[in-house]
């Protein structure tokens, strides 16, 4: 391998490991990516040529933010060149290990905030620039102010609060609480009735504890809950919010951003233009409320809805219902009785009234036996 310097000189360097940000067709500037592939390019220049990725997951979002990418770790190798304003590499040979959820993403942020040295004296409360702080008692603080500082905190009934540049704050103890105010920062909560909160561009909020909440308010923003009872919110444009437990939430408000859960009797809310809104579970809906929207629903007994014009309504689980807003569509799963399958059934909503002969406008519709779409409350 080759490693290239900011002179554009090379020298030998091992492989560099590192996370790849997609569409949602897993292209990268129109060129077709598969996960256990291996590629090569005969140039390399930064933002020119070769393949890119970065070795800091966070920096990812800059390029490729949560609601509408996919992602996945890389190696690096060949002839390679870095950028000077983040961690940006470019390469002549890229090989795509594995794709990534979004939660496991954000877990990936925060470990590698974490990975980095620091020296003893920057321990237990720092406010300078690259500081860390770390509490492990029961009933304890952290707190880092400092640019690229992280705060952690293990013990029950906890807080870690970082609030500088390229932070990460982390509380694993029951009723904890981690937030993080500061540009390109990270907050996570593992314990049960937990809080992760993040408010500024480009950050990301994870909980994985029951009855825990994360949320995420900055810019191309990423929240995720895993726990029962548990809620993720987002309201940061090209945002996305996930809950993955029963009974939970997840909403988005900004324009291209994504809202998923996939437990039972869950709700998903976006109320973004070109936004999406999806739930799994059974008893769940799923809310899409901007233009040329999508609300999607596959648990049984579970409603979509995508009230924004030119908007998609899907529900694929059984007995569901649809509505969506006008010039849109609604697809419903049915039962065929004589043939012994399900079927979709798809139809089009029209200018609002029906007086068109195509569907009403934010009207809930079902299919009845023989597969017609009837209004319905």
């Known amino acids: 391998m080759v490693l290239r310097d900011k002179n554009g000189r090379f020298k030998k360097a091992t492989a ?10 897993m292209q990268c500037r129109g060129f077709q990516f598969e996960v256990g592939n291996s590629y090569h390019t005969d140039k390399v220049k930064v933002c020119e040529s070769g393949f890119h990725f970065c070795e800091n997951p966070i920096d990812v979002f800059n390029y490729y933010p949560p609601g509408e990418s996919v992602y996945a770790e890389v190696d690096g190798s060949g002839e390679i060149a870095k950028h000077d304003q983040d961690s940006k590499v470019a390469c002549t040979d890229i090989k795509i290990k594995a794709s990534i959820s979004l939660t496991d993403f954000i877990t990936a942020c925060i470990k590698f905030m974490f990975s980095r040295e620091y020296d003893e004296t920057d321990l237990k409360h720092s406010d300078g620039d690259n500081s860390s702080s770390s ?54 909560t593992t314990g ?27 810019y191309r923003s990423a929240s995720s809950s895993t726990g029962n009872y548990s809620a993720a919110a987002t309201t940061g444009d090209r945002s996305a919010s996930s809950s993955t437990g029963d009974n939970s939430a997840a909403s988005s408000t900004g324009d291209n951003s994504a809202a998923a859960t996939t437990g039972d009797y869950s709700s998903s809310s976006s109320t973004g233009n070109y936004s999406a809104a999806a739930t799994t579970g059974y008893y769940s809906a799923a809310s899409s409320t901007g233009d040329y ?12 809805s995508a009230t924004g014009d030119s908007s998609a309504a899907i529900c694929t689980g059984g007995h569901g219902k649809s509505m969506a807003g006008k010039y849109g569509c609604i697809a419903l799963l049915w039962w065929n009785e004589d043939g012994r399958r399900y079927e979709m059934r798809c139809a089009e909503t029209g200018c609002g009234d029906g007086s068109d002969g195509k569907l009403k406008a934010e009207v809930w519709y079902r299919l009845n036996a023989d597969g017609k779409f009837v209004e319905t409350e």
Do not use: I, L, P, W
């Open 135 to 188: 509490s492990t008692g029961d009933n304890s603080s952290s707190s880092s102010t400092g640019y690229r500082s992280s705060s952690s905190s293990t013990g029950d009934y906890s807080a870690a609060s970082s609030t500088g540049d390229y932070s990460v704050a982390s509380s694993t103890g029951d009723s904890s609480a981690a937030a993080t105010t500061g540009y390109y920062s990270a907050a996570s």
């Open 293 to 304: 929207s999508v609300a999607s629903s596959t648990g049984n007994y579970s409603a979509s």
């Open 192 to 218: 049960d009735s937990s809080a992760a909160a993040t408010t500024d561009y480009r950050s990301a909020a994870s909980s994985t504890g029951y009855r825990s909440a994360a949320s995420s308010t900055g």
């Open 16 to 25: 560099v490991e590192g996370f790849k940000g997609f569409d949602k067709n």
